[in-house]
């Protein structure tokens, strides 16, 4: 890469974060340059056929959230790319914009502003998820470009994400529908290969039979990130010791009255191009599979490694 195409990063945390970032993440901005380059030099020495983005800024997501440490980061990001090799139908059509419908249903909320850590708070309303209309590659993709977008906020990077989940209406039937394979699917492009520090999981108004699917997926988590799910059930009241209120949209229990994210989504879809051309990175799109990117063991580590640094 030469240095015409190359874009340098040039940090823009807030001086909290950028602390923040210090002490929890080993980020020195003295040295961090000198990471990237390492980072860079790896993958040119042992993976020269991985094309990386130009923008430095996206090789510092990894580094943040692997520490500092090259090599981790220079595996995460590698599984990365071997997932997306994996499971190429869900990156066939990689633009926000074809994922439009899937926005409209207001399945997903991006909370205005942060908790008391910092931290951004996304609402995932489990009830509209109808995947009689739309596949569940559909949706799994419309989710990861969304979150993908959220990684550009360098401040999400240092200080994480808080999910809420809302089973209201979630049927058997429906639980049935998102199959085994579907959710081994699910969780091998979200945990492992993505550099997001997953800070809370909180579920509320969860059925009865909920508990017995959770089960499934806890031989997967370690201790320390299984502490970090919270299950409130119809009480907002202890959900709300985590999440305040005034963050929360009415139908979360919350203060906010008539508020939606499609704002934010309506300027995502409109960023067609820029994801169009991230997705031409990786590996040649020719290339055959290699490596086993199954859930539990990855190629480059277990399912939770990415949240457990968080």
């Not at 089973?167 to 049935?176: A, G, P």
């Not at 089960?215 to 502490?227: E, H, R, V």
Request: proline share 4%; hydrophobic share 35%; glycine share 6%.
């Amino acid at each position: 890469m030469t240095s015409q195409t190359r874009r340098r990063y040039v940090c823009n945390l807030s001086e909290k974060s950028l602390e923040k970032a210090r002490q929890e993440l080993n980020e020195d901005p003295e040295t961090r340059e000198e990471k990237i380059d390492e980072l860079r030099a790896k993958f040119a020495k042992e993976k020269p056929e991985v094309k990386l983005p130009p923008d430095d800024a996206f090789l510092v997501r990894f580094l943040r959230n692997n520490k500092f440490d090259v090599q981790k980061a220079y595996d995460m990001l590698l599984h990365h790319y071997e997932v997306r090799r994996k499971y190429k139908e869900l990156f066939v059509n990689y633009q926000p914009s074809f994922y439009k419908q899937v926005y409209e249903t207001d399945m997903l909320t991006i909370c205005p502003g942060r908790d008391k850590d910092g931290s951004t708070v996304v609402l995932f309303k489990v009830g509209k998820l109808d995947l009689d209309r739309y596949s569940f590659d559909f949706v799994t993709t419309g989710f990861l470009i969304a979150f993908d977008k959220l990684l550009e906020d360098e401040e999400i990077q240092v200080n994480g994400v808080v999910t809420v989940e809302d089973y209201e209406d979630v049927s058997i039937k429906l639980m049935t529908k998102c199959g085994s394979s579907d959710s081994k699917k699910m969780m091998d492009v979200f945990v492992n290969p993505m550099p997001i520090r997953f800070k809370a999981g909180h579920y509320i108004r969860q059925p009865d039979f909920f508990g017995t699917v959770f089960d499934l997926f806890k031989p997967f988590l370690t201790d320390k990130l299984a502490k970090r799910f919270h299950f409130h059930g119809k009480d907002y009241g202890t959900l709300h010791d985590y999440v305040p209120s005034s963050m929360l949209p009415s139908d979360f229990g919350g203060k906010l009255t008539n508020y939606n994210s499609q704002e934010w989504f309506e300027e995502l879809c409109k960023e067609d191009k820029k994801f169009e051309e991230q997705n031409q990175y990786g590996f040649p799109k020719a290339a055959d599979v290699s490596g086993d990117v199954s859930q539990g063991a990855g190629q480059v580590g277990g399912s939770a490694e990415s949240f457990e640094k968080a």
